[in-house]
């Protein structure tokens, strides 16, 4: 069994169509633009950037992956299976089978969070991300 909270407790880093974090100071309109993103057909292609990371990042590491409704884990789902576990946009959970790190995705967010990870996990996944328009950052008010 996979101990999720464990992962939960972990440092973690974002993923997201920000380059960084929002100050709670800003004087944007950060809330209004998230709902626009995620209100609009722009998330569907969010979301198929997200699957992108995913799938390259299965070529590196066999996975784990959970649809967190169902509750069944699926070890290294066919490509287009997974692809559709994003882009059905349900939470889910991914587990890197090394161990070391786990992607959590809500479904109703314009980033994942990345739990975890090693440096080498971490490299990769922000060159994966890159390639795809995406950024990672560490939030601030974590160690």
Not at 80 to 103: C, D, W
Not at 107 to 126: A, M, Q, R, S, V
């Amino acid at each position: 069994m996979i101990d999720i909270e464990a992962y939960l407790s972990k440092p973690y880093w974002i993923i997201d169509i920000l380059p960084k974090q929002v100050p709670a100071n800003a004087d944007g309109q950060y809330f209004a633009i998230e709902k626009y993103f995620l209100n609009s057909p722009r998330v569907d292609a969010i979301y198929q950037q997200f699957a992108d990371v995913i799938l390259k990042l299965n070529c590196y590491y066999d996975m784990l992956v959970c649809v967190v409704d169902d509750e069944e884990w699926v070890e290294n789902p066919a490509p287009e299976n997974l692809t559709q576990m994003v882009l059905n946009r349900k939470p889910l959970n991914i587990v890197l089978k090394s161990g070391q790190a786990m992607i959590a995705i809500t479904g109703d967010e314009h980033y994942f969070t990345l739990y975890n990870p090693d440096k080498e996990i971490l490299e990769l996944i922000t060159t994966l991300a890159s390639a795809e328009g995406l950024h990672v950052w560490k939030p601030e008010n974590i160690s």
